[in-house]
Structure formats: structure tokens, C-alpha cells
């Protein structure tokens, strides 16, 4: 009976990473952890976009990695269709450049977060 209970309990405990501000990633690395903050900027590198996360380019928070090999057929508005917007990203923090990132290899692991059922700019 116990076998049996604590297999119902596994089998319903989901993982859910724990939520925090991107300026507190830097305390956070090697733990996976969601995000979410502003985009500042993007770019687009031959095989990857990188997302400027909670600041402006020199002095952002996090750096979004996302691999691109299996997006090459989309166009540049496509690719960086995150700027300005409030997004949410999951993963493992490492660190790039000496700074936070999160490389996304998933699409499940980004999202836009929504706003009154339509997309918005996150000018805050």
C-alpha cells in the first residue's frame, strides 16, 4: 500500500522551477530557475539570437541564448519579435561572458507573456 501511494504522488509531483528577478540570476548559477523581464534588445548571430534581458545592452541581466539551426527559414522580424516585450524564459543559468545566461533549445522553454488576452510592447 505504501509502494502504491507514493507512486500516485510521484506521478502527480511536477517539477516547477522557482521564480526570480533577473537581477538576482548572477546568485543563481547552476540552478534552473524562470524568469521573467523585459527584452532590451536582440541580435542575431549565425547560429544563435541573443536576447539583452532586465537592462540595456551593457548592463543587462541575463543573456537569452536560442539556438537557431532548426529556424534558419525565419526572417530577421521573426528572430527578434522579442524586443520590447515581457517574456519568460526557463533553464539551467551559466555563465557567458562572465555574465547569467539561459540557453534555450526548446521553444517551451520562452514565451511571450500576455497581456489582456493580446501582446503588448513592455515599455515599463
Known sequence: MTRFLLSIL???NTFSPPIIA????????????KI???????TIEPKQSVLKIGGSAEQQYLTVLIKTEAKADLDQHEKTKY???NIYV???L????????IIV?????????????DLH???N
Open 105 to 117: 533549445n526548446d521553444p517551451k522553454q520562452l514565451g511571450i507573456v500576455m497581456v489582456d488576452h
Open 36 to 42: 521573467v523581464d523585459k527584452v532590451y534588445s536582440s
Open 94 to 101: 551559466i555563465k557567458y561572458k562572465g555574465a547569467p545566461a
Open 22 to 33: 533577473a537581477d538576482a540570476a548572477i546568485k543563481h548559477i547552476g540552478e534552473t530557475v
Open 10 to 12: 510521484f506521478a502527480f
Open 121 to 123: 510592447p513592455a515599455f
Open 83 to 85: 524586443t520590447g516585450y
Open 90 to 92: 526557463t533553464g539551467k
